[in-house]
């Protein structure tokens, strides 16, 4: 796995902790030496992806975070390219902290592309796929995490570590089974 990081609190000790989880699943789509992202109106991009819900596959999951986020249509799913655990406090529970387990994978998608279908802060944010060079996205996102006084979505400092992994594995313009 080229991915592979645990962000915040790294290690739980405390057994009367309560832990709240929620998974999701991230699309890694490379063609023709782009990366296919989600960019936003603040101006950082997130890769495709999102929860998986109850009794859903990662697979299925995925399939339909992709086509909700971007139009594409996932043509194939390949090999897993890793991990990034977040936990932070709960905001909602003094004793207790939520974690965010994302998983990455590597995906083909079809020619062919259908309508969004983007919930209401996927919306207000004004979601757009876009086909961008994997410099040139880490180098938005990281512009972004130095701003001062903006508010910046959670998942940039997540989604830029990523990048980040997949350009020193040198996987652009590879094949993934």
């Given at each position: 796995m080229i991915i592979n990081e645990v962000l915040g609190i790294q290690t739980i000790t405390d057994p009367s902790i309560r832990i709240t989880t929620r998974q999701a699943v991230r699309a890694i789509v490379i063609k023709d030496n782009k990366i296919l992202m989600v960019h936003t109106n603040k101006g950082d991009y997130k890769f495709p992806g999102g929860g998986i819900k109850k009794?859903?596959?990662?697979?299925?999951?995925?399939?339909r975070e992709v086509t909700e986020e971007t139009g594409y249509i996932v043509d194939q799913m390949k090999n897993k390219a890793g991990v990034i655990i977040q936990r932070n406090?709960?905001?909602?529970?003094?004793?207790g902290i939520f974690q965010m387990t994302s998983y990455y994978y590597f995906c083909n998608v079809k020619q062919k592309t259908t309508n969004q279908h983007l919930d209401k802060y996927e919306k207000?944010?004004?979601f757009e796929?876009?086909?961008?060079?994997?410099?040139?996205?880490?180098?938005?996102n990281e512009a972004i995490?130095?701003?001062k006084g903006t508010q910046i979505n959670p998942w940039v400092y997540r989604e830029t570590l990523?990048?980040?992994?997949?350009?020193?594995a040198r996987v652009m313009?590879?094949?993934h089974k």
């Open positions: 009794l859903e596959t990662h697979e299925e999951a995925l399939r406090p709960n905001q909602f529970d003094a004793n207000e944010q004004e796929p876009i086909w961008i060079e994997l410099d040139e996205v880490i180098a938005k995490l130095t701003q990523a990048l980040r992994s997949i350009k020193e313009g590879r094949s």
